[in-house]
């Protein structure tokens, strides 16, 4: 992968990324005014965080030789 | 837009402490990873406070502002992603762009919280039916203390957040950051992402969860 297409792929994960966020959160939403369940909502912060932490704070980069 | 670099990192090029800028890197990521962890705690405890004060209750919050201030927040997490993918890559004004906006949206976002959310004006008014300032005080029991301190504590970080966007952007002005080597800018969208991670579960503790309480 040469780099105009890691560059590409880079940003097309942020926006990937903002999108399914998004969605979970008015899913968190609709989530609290039907059903309200404590153990539905505690999951969907858990994956959007797991979601944030993998693609937007590259977690793995911690145990990669990866460098600038 | 600047042209993008294709040479790598300068892992054997040595740092101020003498290290190799890739040793040097590792341990930066560690320690502010460590720093996050750190960091969880005071949340943890503030989140745990919550649940044992509010139980199975909420207060009386909007919910509009609650979801608009999330999405606010995701919004500038996104463009701090951008800021720092435009770092990494040469594009100078993707960088410039998403670092300037968002510290624009996190600003929004703390006036937000600020303004709207605590009052701190004493306004009212509402917008096409929707409720835009809070009425909540510190001095209204659990209820208030516990929303004082939750995002309070969490405003506190969104200003620091926004005082190190700006910090990377005007250094970024100056031509500080290469594709080589960009540091301060890595650490501060880790450091903006940490702090949308807190949010994504103070919200649905602050505003979603529970019965409320009139």
Same mark, same amino acid.
């Given at each position: 992968?040469?780099?105009?297409?890691?560059?590409?792929?880079?940003?097309? &994960? +942020?926006?990937?990324?903002? &999108?399914?966020?998004?969605?979970?959160?008015?899913?968190?939403?609709?989530?609290?005014?039907? @059903? +309200?369940?404590?153990?539905?909502?505690?999951?969907?912060? &858990?994956?959007?965080?797991?979601?944030?932490?993998?693609?937007?704070?590259?977690? @793995?980069?911690?145990?990669?030789?990866?460098?600038? | 837009?600047?042209? !993008? #670099?294709?040479?790598?990192?300068?892992?054997?090029?040595?740092? %101020?402490?003498?290290?190799?800028?890739?040793? %040097?890197?590792?341990?930066?990521?560690?320690?502010?990873?460590?720093?996050?962890?750190? =960091?969880?705690?005071?949340?943890?405890?503030?989140?745990?406070?919550?649940?044992?004060?509010?139980?199975? #209750?909420? /207060?009386?919050?909007?919910?509009?502002?609650?979801? !608009?201030?999330?999405? !606010?927040?995701?919004?500038?997490?996104?463009?701090?992603?951008?800021?720092?993918? $435009?770092?990494?890559?040469?594009?100078?004004?993707?960088?410039?762009?998403?670092?300037?906006?968002?510290?624009?949206?996190?600003? *929004?976002?703390?006036?937000?919280?600020?303004? *709207?959310?605590?009052?701190?004006?004493?306004? =009212?008014?509402?917008?096409?039916?929707?409720?835009?300032?809070?009425? *909540?005080?510190?001095?209204?029991?659990?209820?208030?203390?516990?929303?004082?301190?939750?995002?309070?504590?969490?405003?506190?970080?969104?200003?620091?957040?926004?005082?190190?966007? *700006?910090?990377?952007?005007?250094?970024?002005?100056?031509?500080?950051?290469?594709? =080589?080597?960009?540091? $301060?800018?890595?650490?501060?969208?880790?450091?903006?992402?940490? !702090?949308?991670?807190?949010?994504?579960?103070?919200? /649905?503790?602050?505003?979603?969860?529970?019965?409320?309480? %009139?």
């Amino acid at each position: 992968m040469d780099i105009h297409e890691r560059k590409s792929a880079a940003y097309r &994960l +942020g926006l990937i990324t903002l &999108l399914v966020l998004a969605v979970l959160t008015a899913v968190e939403y609709f989530v609290s005014i039907y @059903t +309200g369940s404590l153990i539905l909502l505690l999951i969907i912060a &858990l994956i959007k965080a797991a979601i944030i932490v993998n693609n937007f704070m590259h977690i @793995t980069r911690l145990w990669r030789e990866e460098s600038h | 837009m600047s042209a !993008v #670099t294709t040479t790598h990192a300068p892992a054997h090029a040595e740092t %101020q402490h003498g290290l190799p800028y890739a040793q %040097q890197l590792r341990a930066n990521r560690l320690g502010l990873w460590l720093f996050c962890f750190s =960091e969880l705690f005071l949340f943890g405890a503030l989140l745990a406070s919550r649940f044992v004060l509010w139980g199975n #209750t909420r /207060p009386d919050l909007s919910q509009v502002m609650g979801l !608009v201030a999330t999405s !606010v927040l995701l919004l500038s997490s996104f463009f701090m992603y951008r800021a720092e993918m $435009g770092a990494a890559h040469g594009d100078r004004s993707k960088f410039l762009s998403g670092a300037l906006l968002a510290a624009a949206l996190g600003t *929004l976002f703390f006036i937000m919280v600020v303004v *709207l959310e605590w009052n701190v004006f004493g306004l =009212e008014g509402n917008l096409f039916g929707v409720e835009l300032f809070g009425h *909540l005080t510190p001095a209204d029991g659990v209820y208030g203390g516990i929303f004082f301190a939750m995002t309070g504590m969490h405003a506190l970080h969104v200003l620091t957040g926004v005082a190190l966007i *700006l910090i990377i952007w005007w250094n970024g002005r100056r031509g500080r950051y290469t594709p =080589e080597s960009h540091w $301060g800018v890595e650490a501060t969208a880790i450091y903006w992402h940490f !702090v949308d991670v807190v949010w994504v579960f103070f919200y /649905p503790a602050l505003y979603l969860m529970g019965h409320l309480v %009139q």
